[in-house]
């Protein structure tokens, strides 16, 4: 059994725990919070006597073998650098880190504690459906490109519009709706179609300067995929994959709970199965398969840390495209 830390105390960290705990793979052992009121009501909520408000003293004599980072997308990167500097495997929330910049540091970190490895929490590509797009995709005489969807009203949208900045809304915190679920839009397309030739993205700046919506076009030699996402309202579109006269036609791109292949005749097969009722069970199965088993699954945990290094490229090329920066620092520093 693989004993987990867990940094956040939000729903999303306990949506985290309960798929680690209902794959059978892991126990959670310790909690951080900054406040240690939080963590001790979370981790008691949880069966858990351990508790930090001290991030150091959790890294260093925590008893936990992997971390699950949870915190706002700006402190991803350092915590994860701590955690691999102190031995521990990193399970991080999407987007992994906020520029190329931060993921090479990363890169280079890995390097040098070879026997750690670091994963970025990208739930849909774990899942059965995802899986069955891909294989379907290889059977499709041409692609003409796709659009894909995913938009949804957060929680944290009428905060903003009462004048305040939450975290997830915030330049300072890497926040907007591209660095959150547009990852997911961002997974698809580069596991799909690989990395496009050129990109450029058109964001709806909201009050607090991010990006509360936005469309990216990415360019491939002979087609092009539209990403189209949101937090300051909700979208009911399906997304497609067009072909030549065939189509794959799913409810959404990045929760995939339907998905439908249209052959030239327009008959329709059902090509996806019913998902888990937690969507994060897939990947908490799939890390703990690979720790437990790194040499055994070297060649997939490889190609997943590359696919994040592809991915977190792209969303910076995307921003960049659309002047839209988190420092003055990305300011001078070119897309690739």
Excluded: C
């Amino acid at each position: 059994m693989l004993k987990l830390g867990i940094i956040g105390t939000n729903w999303i960290t306990q949506q985290f725990i309960d798929a680690a705990t209902a794959s059978g793979e892991w126990q959670l052992s310790a909690v951080y919070s900054r406040r240690l009121d939080r963590a001790d009501e979370f981790a008691s909520q949880n069966g858990t006597p351990e508790t930090f408000d001290d991030l150091t003293t959790f890294m260093t004599t925590g008893d936990f073998d992997a971390v699950y980072i949870a915190s706002p997308n700006s402190l991803h990167f350092s915590q994860a650098k701590m955690a691999i500097e102190a031995g521990k495997h990193v399970i991080v929330e999407k987007p992994a880190a906020a520029n190329q910049a931060e993921f090479e540091q990363i890169d280079e970190t890995l390097k040098a504690h070879p026997d750690v490895l670091y994963f970025e929490a990208a739930r849909q590509i774990h899942e059965e459906n995802f899986k069955r797009i891909q294989a379907k995709l290889k059977t499709m005489a041409r692609i003409q490109g796709a659009t894909l969807t995913y938009m949804k009203y957060s929680s944290r949208y009428d905060a903003v519009l009462a004048g305040q900045e939450p975290n997830v809304f915030s330049l300072k915190f890497a926040g907007g709706a591209l660095q959150d679920l547009g990852v997911y839009l961002a997974y698809d397309a580069v596991a799909w179609f690989g990395m496009p030739d050129d990109v450029a993205y058109y964001p709806t700046l909201g009050p607090t300067k991010v990006d509360d919506k936005g469309i990216a076009i990415l360019r491939y030699p002979s087609f092009t995929v539209t990403l189209n996402t949101g937090k300051s309202s909700n979208s009911y579109l399906p997304s497609e994959i067009n072909g030549l006269k065939d189509t794959l036609v799913m409810d959404n791109a990045a929760e995939l709970a339907k998905v439908t292949y249209y052959d030239a005749d327009g008959q329709a097969e059902n090509l996806g199965v019913a998902p888990d009722d937690n969507p994060m069970l897939a990947e908490a199965r799939d890390f703990a398969a690979v720790i437990n088993d790194p040499v055994k699954h070297t060649q997939t945990y490889q190609a997943w840390l590359q696919l994040s290094r592809n991915v977190n490229k792209l969303l910076f090329n995307l921003r960049q495209s659309a002047h839209l920066y988190f420092s003055d620092t990305e300011r001078d520093t070119p897309a690739e």
